[in-house]
């Protein structure tokens, strides 16, 4: 019988971080688990019984939430047009989020004043 911790200690051997294997990897987990689960058969013969069971099948993923629940008390605080101060400020209009610009100070480094309305102004009359 295989039991989760095998399946986890198997997805684990040789990698530090075990998010993603190859496919290769997976081949050779699935034989050694298939080993361990039908004692009773070879080794090849073992791999066969599991990739018969899994042919033709697709990756469940078990115990994800589908949609997460809507609930008044949810969309009252996740609603972005009620924020204020400097929360306020770092959504746009739509109510995406504006990413790093919007946590953080951006520096304007042109060089003008922060009230001055003519910015650009003098590179036109210059040129001309």
Known sequence: QCTTFDKGTQWGKGKKSCRTITFDEFKAAV????????????????????FRMIEGKKPVIKGVTVRAVASPTVS??????????????????SG?????????????????????????????????
Request: proline content about 0%; hydrophobic content about 20%; overall charge positive.
């Open 31 to 50: 034989g050694e688990l298939a080993r361990k689960r039908f004692k009773e058969k070879t080794g090849e013969e073992a791999e066969g019984e599991v």
């Open 76 to 93: 009252r605080l996740t609603d972005t047009t009620k924020f204020t101060g400097s929360h306020k400020e770092r959504f746009d209009e």
């Open 96 to 128: 995406r989020g504006k990413g790093k610009a919007g946590r953080v100070d951006m520096v304007d480094t042109s060089g003008y004043v922060a009230g001055y309305k003519h910015h650009g102004s003098y590179e036109k009359k210059v040129t001309k």
